[in-house]
C-alpha cells in the first residue's frame, strides 16, 4: 500500500475513532438555541392570547412579540460532539451545566419554578398596563409557598393575607423577610393574617375582609452557607383583584421574561389608536407591579430568533444592552427600554416614523 494512501486511511481511522469517543464522552454542559415568538396581539393556537371581558377593547395591528429561548432539560446528557457542534454554531450557545439549572434542580423543580415565575409575570404584567391607565388595582401581600418541614408548617399557609408582622404593617412582599430576620433564630415573630378561604370569599363578595388571626412562630435557622439568620419557612408575594377579567392564553411557556410584552399588548387593546403603527416589534423583559423592567437571560438567542421572524425593532431591558448591541442581526434594531413607560413612548415613536429619537442600545449599555 501506498504509504500516501496508508496515511490517509490512518487519518480516517483516527478521526471515526475520536469522533466516536465523542459521542460516548459525556460533558457538563447544555445547549440554549432560539425558541418561538408569539405575538402577544394575535392568535396562538387559535385563540386570541390576550382576552379582555368587561372592559372596552380597541382593534390593534403590527406586531408586539414575546421571545423565548429553547434549552436542553436538565436531565441530558451533552456529548463532547453536541458541545463543541454547539460552540462552532453561531445562533446557539453553549454554557455550563449549572448556569441553567443551579444547586441541582431537578427538571421537574425548574418546570414548577419556571411557571410560578410565569404566572407571577402575567400578575404584574395585568398591574403595570392598568397602572399606565390610570385604572385602580387592590394589592394585598399573601403567602407564596410554605416550605415542608419549616416553623410556618400548618400555621401558615399558601393564599393567607400578611397584614403586620410583629405588629408592623406589611406593605409589600420583601417587607416580610426583613421584619422576621429582624430576629434571632429561635425567636418568636407574630404574623397578623386574614387566612386565605376568608380573604377567597370576601373577594367573591366583593368586600373587604376584616377579621384577622394572630398566629405566633419560633423562627429556626438558614441553612444558607453565609450568615445565618432567623426564618419561618415561607416566601410571600402579592396578590390583586382587577376591575374587569384579563386572561393571557399562553402554555408552554415558561420564566418572567415575557411580562413586558404582556403588559404592552394589554394596554395597547384598552387604548383607542394604534400603538404600533403596523410595525413588527418584538421584545422581553421582566416586569413588576410599578412597571419597571428588568435583565433576562439568553438576549442574543432572542433577538436571533425576533429577526428570524420578521421582527425589526427589539425592545430590551437596559441591563441587557451591552450583550445585545455585540452582536445584533442585521436588520434589528434595538431600542433600550428602562420603564414599561419608556417602552410605550419608544412605541409611539416608532408609530409616528420618528425612529431617529429612538433610545439606544450601545455595548456600554
Known amino acids: 500500500m501506498p504509504r500516501r494512501t496508508a496515511t490517509m486511511l490512518a487519518s480516517t481511522l483516527m478521526l471515526i475513532a475520536l469522533l466516536c469517543a465523542g459521542v460516548f464522552i459525556k460533558v457538563p454542559y447544555s445547549e440554549m438555541s432560539p425558541g418561538p415568538t408569539v405575538n402577544t396581539l394575535g392568535d396562538h393556537d387559535g385563540e386570541p392570547v390576550l382576552q379582555i371581558t368587561g372592559r372596552k377593547t380597541y382593534p390593534t395591528t403590527g406586531h408586539l412579540n414575546m421571545t423565548t429561548v429553547r434549552v436542553t432539560s436538565a436531565d441530558y446528557n451533552m456529548n463532547l460532539v453536541e458541545a463543541v457542534y454547539g460552540w462552532l454554531a453561531h445562533d446557539d450557545k453553549v454554557v455550563p451545566h449549572d448556569t441553567l439549572y443551579p444547586d441541582g434542580k431537578t427538571e421537574q423543580q425548574s418546570t414548577q419554578e419556571n411557571a410560578e415565575e410565569f404566572s407571577q409575570s402575567q400578575e404584574s404584567a395585568k398591574v403595570a398596563a392598568l397602572e399606565q391607565l390610570g385604572v385602580p388595582v387592590k394589592s394585598w401581600v399573601i403567602v407564596s409557598t410554605v416550605v415542608k418541614g419549616s416553623p410556618a408548617e400548618g ?21 416580610v423577610a426583613k421584619l422576621v430576620t429582624k430576629h434571632k433564630p429561635g425567636e418568636n415573630v407574630v404574623f397578623t393574617i386574614v387566612p386565605a378561604k376568608d380573604q377567597a370569599a370576601a373577594v367573591k363578595a366583593n368586600k373587604t375582609a376584616t377579621a384577622t ?69 418584538a421584545g422581553t423583559g421582566t416586569i413588576d407591579d410599578n412597571g419597571k423592567v428588568g435583565p433576562i437571560g439568553g438576549i442574543s438567542m432572542k433577538t436571533v430568533g425576533a429577526r428570524s421572524k420578521g421582527a425589526r425593532y427589539f425592545l430590551t431591558p437596559s441591563d441587557n444592552c451591552a450583550e445585545a448591541a455585540k452582536d445584533t442581526p442585521g436588520g434589528l434594531r434595538l431600542v433600550k427600554v428602562n420603564t414599561i413607560k419608556d417602552a410605550i413612548s419608544s412605541l409611539k415613536l416608532i408609530s409616528s416614523g420618528k425612529t431617529a429619537d429612538l433610545p439606544k442600545c450601545t455595548t456600554k449599555g
Do not use: C, E
Not at 215 to 243: L, M, Y
Open 155 to 175: 400555621k401558615l399557609h399558601a393564599g393567607d393575607v400578611i397584614k403586620a408582622v410583629d405588629g408592623t404593617t406589611v406593605k409589600q412582599p420583601d417587607d
Open 213 to 281: 388571626k394572630s398566629i405566633t412562630i419560633t423562627t429556626a435557622t438558614s441553612d444558607d452557607s453565609g450568615a445565618k439568620r432567623a426564618i419561618v419557612g415561607i416566601s410571600a408575594g402579592t396578590d390583586h383583584t382587577f376591575p374587569f377579567t384579563i386572561d393571557i392564553k399562553l402554555a408552554d411557556v415558561g420564566g418572567p421574561s415575557a411580562g413586558l410584552m404582556f403588559a404592552l399588548g394589554i394596554y395597547d387593546k384598552l387604548t383607542p389608536g394604534d400603538l404600533t403603527g403596523g410595525n413588527f416589534v
